[in-house]
Nanobody, 129 residues
Framework: QVQLVESGGGSVQAGGSLRLSCAAS?????????MAWFRQAPGQEREGIAT???????TYADSVKGRFTISRDYAKNTLYLQMNDLKPEDTVMYYC??????????????????????WGKGILVTVSS
């Protein structure tokens, strides 16, 4: 059974950095057509902020573009999200997700949660001023 497990969350000061990791098991990361990081603030829908497609092309939401970087380490079967210049508004739950089949979109902001086949349980990032 495919499992995605996030790690690397925590608390940092504004302007600091964190790197989230998503370890995949059951299948290698290369199996997935699209992998993504989502985040969800209380009372809001879960939204994709960074995606990486099977050709390794990436997209980012405007809110994180230039600050966050999504990458995949195929040897370690792990998805990463490098988060730099963190802001208090980045204080939300972050979720790793993977689509085994071709999703309607693999583009940040418009990627749909229903397109994703597997999810991590989420990890909290807290950014203090």
């Amino acid at each position: 059974q495919v499992q995605l497990v996030e790690s690397g969350g925590g608390s940092v000061q504004a302007g600091g950095s964190l790197r989230l990791s998503c370890a995949a098991s059951g299948f290698t990361a290369t199996y997935y057509t699209c992998m993504a990081w989502f985040r969800q603030a209380p009372g809001q829908e879960r939204e994709g902020i960074a995606t990486i497609y099977r050709d390794r092309s990436t997209t980012y939401a405007d809110s994180v573009k230039g600050r966050f970087t999504i990458s995949r380490d195929y040897a370690k079967n792990t998805l990463y999200l490098q988060m730099n210049d963190l802001k208090p508004e980045d204080t939300v739950m972050y979720y790793c997700a993977a689509a085994a089949r071709i999703p309607a979109y693999c583009t940040a902001d418009i990627i749909e949660t229903r397109s994703m086949d597997y999810w991590g349980k989420g990890i909290l990032v807290t950014v203090s001023s």
